[in-house]
């Protein structure tokens, strides 16, 4: 029984992610950071474990007691959303802590075990890391730094058998858009250069559930992609995953822009 082990499985993508493996046949091992979480995932049947990425202690915890991993599902994100000069520096530290920093953190920590399987990481992008948008931009910045990141793992990785997978979501039913407009609303105040236009912050941190596909059939794309052979350097899953970076790649950049800009609300002066 291969096994595989999913992180941030608290709800949406993880979860399902959990269940599709599981139902394939596959020993999970879900994880996620509050105690709650975990007894849900344990009721549920999955190996469960509490787990903050971005703790070294309780990664290398976690390393001793694995036996064996054939995948790595480097899933635990979230969206910082608001105008990028608001939230600032420390924003974009917590933001690239555990969109980009955890999974060279947890990649390292079970790289052993994975190289012992000749395993498989899958690591969950986003198609913001290609189109990037107004009012997420740290979210971007870290989806387009695990790209990168990813493109680096597969060639490293290669000489030792172990394959890498970049995932990138469209637009996936999930509980992301929730958190990211509780999180706009924190970052941008009455103070704010930008509080005019606040309805359009908001609008970016619900553009994720624009006519979402379901987090299941998602797990699904992403299950049957991980069962490939040789396993697909990128693969794109939901309603915009394709369209939006093709518009990236060939929209002129003055009109991508004015664009943007307008969907936004930036065209005119403040």
């Not at 917590?94 to 999974?103: G, L, P, R, S, Y």
């Not at 469209?170 to 858009?177: L, P, R």
Request: glycine fraction near 8%; charged fraction near 20%.
């Amino acid at each position: 029984m291969p096994t595989v082990l999913i992180t941030g499985c608290s709800s949406g993508i993880g979860r399902a992610l959990a269940d599709a493996f599981r139902d394939a046949g596959h020993h999970v091992w879900a994880t996620a950071r509050k105690p709650e979480d975990v007894e849900r995932l344990q009721a549920a049947g999955f190996t469960a474990r509490q787990l903050d990425v971005n703790d070294s202690e309780a990664l290398a915890r976690l390393a001793d007691e694995l036996e064996t991993l054939d995948i790595l599902i480097n899933n635990a994100g979230y969206g910082a959303m608001g105008p990028l000069l608001d939230g600032g520096v420390e924003a974009m530290r917590q933001q690239f802590e555990t969109n980009v920093f955890a999974v060279v953190g947890v990649t390292r920590a079970l790289f052993p075990l994975l190289r012992r399987s000749r395993g498989l990481v899958v690591n969950i992008g986003s198609v913001s890391g290609v189109l990037v948008t107004p009012f997420a931009g740290a979210y971007c910045a870290s989806k387009a730094a695990v790209h990168a990141l990813s493109d680096a793992l597969r060639l490293e990785l290669a000489p030792f058998g172990v394959q890498v997978m970049e995932v990138q979501p469209g637009a996936i039913a999930s509980q992301f858009a929730s958190n990211a407009q509780r999180q706009a609303d924190q970052v941008l105040a009455a103070d704010s250069a930008w509080w005019p236009l606040r309805e359009h912050v908001q609008a970016r941190a619900r553009a994720s559930q624009d006519q979402p596909t379901s987090a299941a059939a998602f797990a699904q794309g992403v299950l049957a992609a991980a069962g490939k052979a040789p396993v697909p350097a990128l693969v794109r899953l939901g309603n915009g995953s394709t369209a939006l970076p093709l518009m990236a790649r060939l929209l002129p950049g003055r009109l991508l822009d004015w664009a943007l800009r307008k969907r936004f609300g930036l065209l005119r002066p403040l």
